[in-house]
């Protein structure tokens, strides 16, 4: 009994991972069609949209959680993309916090459909806007993403100097 729910679960699973990549295919696809017929205005487009969503989300984000310093982005950011498979770890530097995520399941889906440039545009280009959003007091650095097939997200969060 246990090998045969086993054997469901792991096809379960291969299932699920089709899926998300033909999903992401597909919408590489339409991006892709996108950007032929109206060309970078699309893509511009595209970005303006996903900024003002994000940051509007991270506002409602901050003001529920009552607080918002830079740990608490952590908390409302990171921690619950653990149990999402993404891994990394971080250190607080006398500047600001220092994060490297070294698992990505987002870039994971988008390298396994070849679909890293809207990846990045979808899923990376946010992260300014999440810290904008969260708290316009937090300054957001990165150099490095698994995206564009770095070792590591180099994220790096800090307060920004009043004056």
């Known amino acids: 009994m246990?090998?045969?729910e086993k054997i469901v679960e792991e096809r379960l699973e291969e299932q699920r991972e089709q899926l998300e990549r033909r999903c992401m295919q597909r919408m590489a696809f339409l991006l892709d069609g996108m950007e032929k017929r109206l060309g970078s205005a699309a893509?511009?487009?595209l970005d303006e949209m996903i900024a003002e969503d994000t940051l509007e989300e991270w506002a409602e984000i901050a003001q529920k959680a009552g607080s918002n310093q830079i740990e608490d982005l952590i908390e409302q950011l990171w921690e619950p993309l653990r149990a999402l498979g993404f891994e990394f770890t971080f250190e607080q530097q006398e500047d600001g916090l220092q994060l490297w995520c070294t698992r990505c399941p987002l870039s994971d889906r988008a390298h396994a459909a070849e679909a890293t440039k809207w990846g990045y545009?979808?899923?990376?280009?946010t992260d300014p806007h999440i810290v904008a959003g969260f708290n316009p007091k937090i300054g957001f650095r990165r150099t490095k993403t698994l995206m564009e097939g770095d070792d590591c997200c180099d994220h790096?969060?800090?307060y920004l100097e009043e004056g």
């Open 2 to 4: 246990m090998d045969n």
């Open 121 to 125: 545009h979808l899923y990376c280009a």
């Open 43 to 45: 893509v511009d487009a």
């Open 156 to 158: 790096f969060y800090y």
